[in-house]
């Protein structure tokens, strides 16, 4: 028995109606792949880079606002939510947020959206390879605790 017989070369082509077998691109892969979302980046200040800051925290400055290390509630992170003293949890630690506030890639605002509260949804989702206790580790205030615990 003969093979079947072969397409027409006009069937071949994209959007060409074809029978079963045929060797065109399916309609939906001639379309150019969406686009990623572009990172919000703002121009920082000079002497505001990532080399700046880390010498900022190998200056012996005190980052981390308070002397001790403490036991933070949810109600004490909540009082913390200025620009001028702003307080984030990461991963049920607390960082001082302020002195990074200028340093930041994304810009102020961004970083102030998890001031007074726990960021650390928003910091997994947008950039989830940066290491967090690195990047503050000289701005650390405390670990969170319960309102029951204190």
Known sequence: MP???LPSLASRRPGASSSAGSLAVPPSTTRPPPQPAKRGKVALAP???PLDWANLKKSGQNLRGVDTVLRVTPSMLKRHKT???AWSSFNGKVYNI???LP???GGE???MRVAGR????LFASTHAWVNIDYMLDE?????MVSESST
């Open 3 to 5: 093979p079947p017989p």
């Open 47 to 49: 002497g505001h880079g």
């Open 98 to 100: 302020t002195p990074y």
């Open 103 to 105: 340093y930041h890639p």
């Open 118 to 121: 726990d960021g650390s949804k």
């Open 83 to 85: 620009r001028d003293d």
């Open 109 to 111: 605002k961004e970083l």
């Open 139 to 143: 701005c650390l205030v405390g670990f």
